[in-house]
T-cell receptor
Framework: AQTVTQSQPEMSVQEAETVTLSCTYD???????LFWYKQPPSRQMILVIR??????QNATENRFSVNFQKAAKSFSLKISDSQLGDAAMYFC???????????????FGTGTRLTIIP | EAQVTQNPRYLITVTGKKLTVTCSQN?????MSWYRQDPGLGLRQIYY???????DKGDVPEGYKVSRKEKRNFPLILESPSPNQTSLYFC?????????????FGSGTRLTVV
């Protein structure tokens, strides 16, 4: 079974600075998808960025980018020019590429709470 | 607007009193799933459904039931709630067999069982 580990329960960053959130995972599959979700105080789960394992190029969405190291099974999220609205819980998640027995579940890490210091 | 609608948003109940949390999506998604979120544990899957009348257990199914009589609806039923089911619950949906996308999540239900 796949597991996802987020070793930083809490992080803080000064506004306008850059912060990196760590995520590692364990899988025996060669094809899969990785995601970062943001959960602000409103509780809504918001997709931040997605990475396909077969793509070597790291995904980028505006101020958000990932450092995907497939061999090391590492998937970190970098937030540049941090803004107050970035304060949230961030979850790393894994999704299998091929459905096994029909369950296409997302396997989540335990989350990292990010605080932005004005 | 494409969305997953969960109700209620907040619910306080007493031990043993049956309750249902509703979930409805308007995107014609085949796949739907329930998760619970607990501090330090992240989100864990309770049940999932691949299509109408096709449901199966996730990682933490004990104490829960689901049904999928219509494609758009996937209610979560707690027949006899207990305090250890106090949690934040999310319903989610996606196109089955399309791993290029994540899920669309509902806005969550904060359940307290006293």
């Amino acid at each position: 079974a796949q597991t996802v580990t987020q070793s930083q329960p809490e992080m803080s960053v000064q506004e306008a600075e850059t912060v990196t959130l760590s995520c590692t995972y364990d899988t025996s599959e060669s094809d899969y998808y990785l995601f970062w979700y943001k959960q602000p105080p409103s509780r809504q789960m918001i997709l931040v960025i997605r990475q396909e394992a077969y793509k070597q190029q790291n995904a980028t969405e505006n101020r958000f980018s990932v450092n995907f190291q497939k061999a090391a099974k590492s998937f970190s999220l970098k937030i540049s020019d941090s803004q107050l609205g970035d304060a949230a819980m961030y979850f790393c998640a894994y999704r299998t590429y091929i459905s096994n027995f029909g369950n296409e579940k997302l396997t989540f890490g335990t989350g990292t709470r990010l605080t932005i210091i004005p | 607007e494409a969305q997953v609608t969960q109700n209620p948003r907040y619910l306080i109940t007493v031990t043993g009193k049956k309750l249902t949390v509703t979930c409805s999506q308007n995107m014609n998604h085949e796949y739907m799933s329930w998760y619970r979120q607990d501090p330090g544990l992240g989100l864990r899957q309770i049940y999932y459904s691949m299509n109408v009348e096709v449901t199966d257990k996730g990682d933490v199914p004990e104490g829960y039931k689901v049904s999928r009589k219509e494609k758009r609806n996937f209610p979560l039923i707690l027949e006899s709630p207990s305090p250890n089911q106090t949690s934040l619950y999310f319903c989610a949906s996606s196109l089955y067999g399309d791993p290029t996308k994540g899920y669309t999540f509902g806005s969550g239900t904060r359940l307290t069982v006293v």
